[in-house]
């Protein structure tokens, strides 16, 4: 004991012949204070003969530790390692517990190294495993939208639940607010169409047919497609990052535990939203997409605005610009399903968040372009 009570950590090691074989007896307090002199003790222990047993005798540990029991087993491992058969007595039953637990972590097995594959064989599985998740997530999706569905058609049996604010923030955040960015890439558009036609058209002399070249393109699939794609890049994600920075804030935990439905409360307003605005967005992509490749071949034909105009008229007929019109509502509903749904399996960090945004950009701009594509055939077939 010191002077001043406290107990004084330390930890002893004798060793010396005995019955023929060898014993290295442990002593005093085996804790982390004493590992430094634990340490030197093991190291100025006197080595037994080659070949011989050895007993570690245990017995008059007091105290013991993670590290104490560390540092005896670890002798045992270095002595059996030397060709010493080892014999631990005298532990006692406190100790116990503690000194099997560090031996078995010890000898804990490593994990397999995993075999080298066939770098095709790696390739056919990765395919393969990313089909069956595709196929499963569509299933999902395609579930939620039959829970979309059924709660669009409650709130058309109770029209006063819809939450009509709600409902024309979105219009204004979807379809106000993007205006300025959809004209101007759609009047980029319709200058490079007319400009690459009637370079194209040019030799032929058939400038004027820039005119059906663009209003066909235009009005048909570009103004449609083109809107789309950025709606599915602008909102489309917006509705994620919204959704998901809930999921993570527990809102919409919180929704749920209130008795509010969270389709009825966040999906429906977003998704009628958009199936309103993007309509409108469509048709004033058309028109600006148009009025670049007028100024085009105005500025690279003298086509004037007039010829513009009634060659327009002349070469395109109402079925063509409701054949793009049309597919507004399907693609308005696909980019807000997939926003949303995105955003509601969201895990609850702010990775996640950004993920899943990701996620529900390409998701989105994916299914619009083989939804154009499904339309396309589908109007040809009916000649439309």
Known sequence: MAKDGAAVETARIDAGPENG???????????LPAAGAASDALDQAPKPERGAGVRLDLSRVEALDTVGAYLLNRLADRLQAEGHSVEVVGLRPEHAALFGAVRDAGKAPHHPVERDHHPILDM???TGQTTVNAGRELLNLIGFLGLVTVTFARLIRHPSRLRLTSVLFHIEQTGLNALPILGLLSFLIGVVLAFQGADQLKRFGAELYVVNLLGISVLREIGILMTAIIVAGRSGSAFTAQIGTMKV???IDAIGTMGLDPIELLVVPRALAL????????FYAD???????????????????????????SAVGINTVIAGLIKAPVFALVIAMVGCYEGLKVSGSAESVGI??????????????VIDAVF?????????
């Open 21 to 31: 074989g060898w014993r290295i007896g442990a002593a005093g307090r085996w804790t």
């Open 124 to 126: 056919v599985f990765r």
């Open 249 to 251: 804030n527990q809102e």
């Open 275 to 282: 199936m309103i605005s993007l309509p409108l967005l469509a």
């Open 287 to 313: 028109v600006m997409g148009l009025f670049g490749g007028a100024v085009m071949a105005y500025a690279t034909l003298d086509i004037t605005f007039g010829q513009f105009i009634r060659q327009l008229h």
């Open 356 to 369: 899943m945004t990701t996620k529900s950009v390409v998701e989105g701009i994916f299914l619009v372009i």
């Open 376 to 384: 396309s055939v589908v109007f040809s077939m009916l000649g439309v």
